[in-house]
């Protein structure tokens, strides 16, 4: 029986997939084409599934911004679990959307969404763990949740 890489990484890490919120809108949370998986955006959330919320800026700091962004990173692994059967079968992110719910002046962004990013470099690398990137701000997002990220990956054989 082969050994599930990635769900022993995170358990080494001390980290807990989501409980995935229940979808308001109408959409897939994970496209395959070819040997590309699109995700949908992903909100921050708690590990039983409640939202993390509030503003960069205003109600939350920059290391509570990059951990919600981290809860994000987590809640894309359930989903990309979800749909593959294994975490395994991703061969590399390719590109990550994020979205910072931020007061005007916030310029922060691209360190809040480092807690995905860092996440995803920890268990599969520099090289395959770590894609293309913007991080941008928004006036507001969905349930006042604090971060929001989308992307894609490469699944294939190692």
Not at 35 to 47: A, D, E, I, K, W
Not at 133 to 148: I, Q, T, Y
């Amino acid at each position: 029986m082969k050994i599930q890489q990635i769900d022993h990484k995170l358990a080494e890490l001390g980290l807990h997939l989501p409980v995935l919120p229940t979808s308001k809108g109408i959409y897939q949370r994970c496209l395959t084409i070819g040997n590309l998986v699109y995700f949908s955006g992903h909100v921050s959330v708690n590990t039983d599934g409640s939202f993390i919320t509030g503003k960069l800026g205003a109600d939350l700091n920059e290391e509570q911004g990059k951990a919600a962004a981290r809860q994000c990173g987590l809640a894309i692994l359930a989903a990309l679990k979800e749909h593959l059967g294994s975490l395994d079968k991703v061969k590399r992110v390719v590109k990550l959307l994020g979205m910072v719910n931020a007061t005007p002046d916030y310029q922060h962004h691209p360190v809040v969404i480092n807690g995905c990013s860092e996440l995803f470099a920890s268990l599969w690398g520099p090289e395959h763990g770590v894609g293309v990137r913007s991080a941008v701000g928004m006036g507001s997002l969905p349930g006042n949740v604090a971060v929001e990220i989308e992307g894609i990956v490469e699944i294939g054989d190692w």
